[in-house]
Structures are given as C-alpha cells and as structure tokens.
C-alpha cells in the first residue's frame, strides 16, 4: 500500500518542473538540466519498477547529456544484461514522466501505487553512475527520492563514471560473489590488451604516437587511471581536453561530436602541429570516438564510425579466413542510413560482407547486430559502437583444436571489445590493436575507400513530431509528398543521396545529404532543407 500522504510530499519536493512534455528518445530522456527533477523522480520509480520485474536483478541508470552542452543533462536506463531499456518500457517511462509533470495529486498516487503494488516483496536494486556535468548530483538527488523513499532500493552509487563504464558492473554484478568495483573495469581491457599486443610483439604503434581529446569529460578523468597500466600505450600517449573540473568547457569546441559534425581538429591541437601521430577524441561521456591524422599537407583528415566497422571487418575477416571458419562463422555490419555510401559499397564489394540498415541509435544497431550475425560489427558514423560476438563464436572459437595466431586473436577479441555497449576506451584499443597488428599507419587507413562528400544540417521546424520516417528512417512518409519532392531534387545530382528525419535528441530535423562533390552535396543540402522548410 502507497502512503499517499508520503507520495504528495515527495512530488511537491522533487517534481518542481510542471506542465512540461518529457519523451524517452534515441538516448533516454535528455532537456536542459533546470528542466530534469521531475524526470529523474520519474527514472527512479521506473528503473526500481524494471528491477522489481526482473526479481531485483540490478539495473543501471546513467545521469548523462553525452556530447550536448554543459547545461543539459540527462538519463538513460539499463537493463541487467547491459543492454537499454526494453523498448516496451519506453513509452511507460515517458507517461509516468509526464503524469509527474502534470501536478494532478490523486492521479498520481494511484498511479505510483497501482505501479508499485505489482512488486510487493521483492527489493529492487539500481547501480547509478553519472557524468562530470555540475548538475549531476542535484539529479541523483531527485532519483533517490524516489528510489529510496518510495521503494527502499538497494542502491550502488559509483560516482562519477563513463556510460559503459555504468553498463559494466550493472551487467556484472550477478556474475560475480562480490561487489564489482571499478577496478575490475580497469584491470579486464588492459589485461586485454596487453596480452594482444605481446601475443603480436607490438613494441610500438604504427604512428608517431597517440593523442587522446576527452572533450572535457568524465573521459579524462578515467583515462588517466587507464593508460598507465597499457604496455606501449603509456610511453606514447598524450592527453587533451582532460579537464573535467571546469563544468563549462565539456564537449565546448571538442570532442567527437565537434570534431565530426565540424569536420576539423578540436581545441588544443593545430594544423601547424603537422606530424604522424594518431589522434582521437571521445565524447562527453566516452562512449564514442573518432580518429584522425594530419596527411603531408597538414590537413585534417577524419576517421569516423564507419572507418571503425570497416578496418574492423577487414582484420576480423582477415583472422576468420586464416582459422578456416569464413564460412562456418556468419560475420555483417550494422549501419545507419548516415553511413557514407562509400563505404557500404567497400564492405560489400570490396570484403564481401553483408551490411544492414538500422534506425538511428545503437539500441537499434545493437539489436540487428546481435539477431543476425556470430560477428557483429556496428557503428554509427559518429563513431558510437562495438563488435558483439555471439555464443556460437564463442563454442566455435574454443573448440579449434590447431591454435594458430589467428584463432588465439579472435579468442582475444571479445575480451578487449566492449560486448554490452559502444565504448570509446575499449574501442580505442581495438583500433590500435588492429593497426599495430597490420602495421597500417593513419593513412594507410584512410586509403581502403575515398569518402563522398557529404553535408549534415540541421533544420528548425515548428513541429519536428510531423515529420514521420520509414524504411529505417531513409524515407518519410509525412508531411505528405514532402518524399516526392526529395526523390526529385536527388535524381538532378551524380551519386546523390539525401534523406530527411525527426531528431530523437534534439528539437529538430536533420537533412543528410551526398553526391559527387561537395558542391553537390551543398547545394542539395540546400534544396532539400528548403523543402523541409516549405513544407512546415
Ligand atoms: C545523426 C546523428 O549523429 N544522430 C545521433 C543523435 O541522434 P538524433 O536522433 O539524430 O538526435 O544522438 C544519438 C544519441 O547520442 C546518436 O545515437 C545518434 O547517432
Ligand atoms: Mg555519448
């Protein structure tokens, strides 16, 4: 039974955002942080509400706006798995939110208790971890007032923590007989990499170094923990933008989300620095990278998501080839359509490994990933992602009886890729594993496939929510003939590609284009966002 005398007081307390309209999208609930308290009194109730269903199984829950400015924040829930929340889940997420939102007392007693009373006996358990954003703890305040208060939740709060970070010890914790503490994170993918790079006597990376932009984030803090503990890594790395103390530069002119949709070097590091180093940066909560070089010209050259899947393919191709189990092995790469038609083509004329589309987001990606393939690779182009290997793999794998290179490498693999979730340290490492192992510098990288050029912009609508996408968000099917119009303007370009969709983290609608040239892809850029606008 749920005191509803304690519900109203908690409500009048925690929930002071009213008559606002949250929705659970791409990345969970995201707004500014003044905009939040309601939401995370929300979180807590559902996240304790998912445990409760799951027999107390931990579940994860992450304060966190990525790379969005210093002022946002933001959540998302985890499953016990480390996967995100169900999709079933969403929508009940979100209509709690926003019954919370709409003050109505009796309405939302009833429903917290109707909602509670289906776990009588049964302690949930939550594992919280959040971003270095200033708003953080004042968030996790409006979680445990609901969490705590309402239904006594055992919960494990680490602190400041990167999101995959978050998703290790949430999917670890029933595995193991004692708490997971984040220096089994730490010690399992140095571990890892270590023994990949001697089983290969790497002694050095194929560049003249490495250097690593945290985007200001919880990133460079835990980088620094990480690095020392990697052989070769330690005596060839620098790190920038590390500075996650100061609240107002995260993800401010850095990043991998400024250096991606930007498509130039972040703060920190200049063209005139022109020399073979690697260089990478991670987003605000350091689940996704990109990597980039300086070619003889000083210029700025971008290894994005789908350079990842594609270096990735070809070495792990390359190893199920030598082990005898290409054909054994099912091995694709997930997509979306933001992917550079370049290299769709090249993973599958050029490797011949099958590529499917996903709708924006990784927990689409994920989902295809894991539903079809032994391996499978996805990336989003900005670099958000990871390699999951399926139990057949591993039954495959274990069951060699020659041990060769190979096979001891793809037994290498799962360990130091992320298996639950894209990770900007994990996937960093497999990189340089790769490269080192191949001996390909950055611009022997760069050369599998020449990019298309290509443009991303942003359109501001009245109302974003009318612009209704299918076929795995490549086609719209509203505002009515809007499509039509696409389909003509793309047909007047060489090589072109356009589509249009509805952001799930932000207040408005992103127009990809491509073609032949970058003029091309301007001016269709151009023509595309114009019709957008005209359709409104
Ligand atoms: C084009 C693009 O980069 N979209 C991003 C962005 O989603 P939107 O729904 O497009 O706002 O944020 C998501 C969450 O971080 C990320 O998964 C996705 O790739
Ligand atoms: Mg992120």
Redesign the pocket.
């Known amino acids: 039974m749920v005191d509803g005398q304690l519900v109203a007081e908690l409500v009048e307390k925690y929930c002071t955002t009213r008559g606002y309209r949250y929705s659970y ?3 969970g609930f995201r707004d500014d942080a003044s905009r939040l308290d309601t939401v995370m009194f929300a979180t807590g109730i559902i996240a304790c509400l998912r445990s409760i269903a799951l027999d107390g199984r931990p579940v994860g829950v992450m304060i966190t706006a ?2 969005n400015p210093a002022s946002d924040n933001g959540v998302k829930i985890v499953e016990p798995d480390g996967s995100m929340l169900v999709q079933s889940w969403e929508s009940t997420a979100t209509d709690l939110a926003n019954l919370l939102s709409s003050g109505s007392a009796e309405a939302i007693r009833q429903k917290i208790g109707q909602l509670a009373s289906s776990g009588s006996g049964v302690r949930p358990r939550l594992v919280v971890g959040r971003d270095s954003r200033v708003s953080g703890p004042r968030l996790l305040q409006c979680l445990l007032g609901s969490a705590s208060s309402l239904f006594q939740a055992q919960i494990r709060d680490y602190g400041l923590l990167t999101t995959p970070q978050l998703h290790y010890p949430t999917s670890r914790s029933l595995s193991m007989d004692r708490s997971v503490e984040e220096e089994d994170y730490f010690v399992d993918f140095s571990s890892a990499w270590n023994e990949i790079t001697r089983l290969h006597d790497v002694e050095g990376l194929p560049c003249a170094g490495l250097v690593v932009d945290c985007a200001n984030g919880v990133g460079g803090l835990k980088i620094h923990s990480f690095i020392p503990r990697c052989r070769v890594l330690s005596g060839t790395t620098t790190v920038i933008n590390d500075n996650c103390s100061d609240a107002e530069s995260l993800n401010r002119g850095c990043g991998a ?1 400024f250096v ?2 930007n498509q130039r070097l972040p703060t920190g590091i200049k063209e005139t620095d022109g020399d073979s180093r690697l260089y990478c940066s991670f ?1 605000g909560d350091a689940d ?1 990278v990109v990597f980039y070089y300086l070619n003889e010209d000083s210029k700025f050259q971008l290894l994005d998501g789908d350079r990842i899947s594609a270096l990735l393919a070809y070495f792990i191709a390359q190893l199920l080839e030598q082990s005898g189990l290409r054909s054994v092995l099912s091995m694709g790469v997930v997509q ?1 359509a ?1 992917a550079n038609g370049s290299s769709t083509k090249y993973l599958q004329n050029q490797l011949n490994v099958p590529v499917t589309c996903a709708k ?3 927990k689409h990606l994920h989902h295809e990933a894991v539903s079809n393939y032994d391996v499978g690779i996805y990336f ?3 670099g ?1 992602g990871t390699v999951i290997f399926s139990d057949r793999f591993h039954d495959t794998v274990g069951s060699q009886t020659q041990d060769s290179l190979a096979t001891k490498t793809l037994r290498l693999l799962p360990q130091l890729i992320n298996q639950t979730v894209g990770d900007a340290i994990s996937d960093m490492l497999a990189v340089l594993a790769v490269l080192s192992i191949l001996k390909w510098s950055p611009s022997r990288w760069g050369k599998e496939f020449t990019d298309l050029p290509n443009l ?1 912009n942003k359109v501001i609508v009245p109302d974003r929510s009318k612009f209704i996408a299918t076929d795995q968000e490549r086609r719209l099917t509203s505002p009515a003939g809007l499509q039509e119009k696409i389909d003509e303007a793309v047909s007047r370009f060489r090589s072109a590609r356009s589509f249009v ?6 207040d ?1 609608v ?1 127009v ?1 284009a491509e073609a032949a040239t970058q003029e091309e892809a301007n001016e269709l850029s151009a023509v595309v966002s114009r019709l957008v606008l005209e359709s409104c």
């Open positions: 999208g791409t990345a990525s790379h989300d991606k949709t987003d996704r979306t933001y924006t987001g990784v989003e182009a900005n958000h991303l969709r509805a952001s799930g983290t932000e408005a992103r990809y």
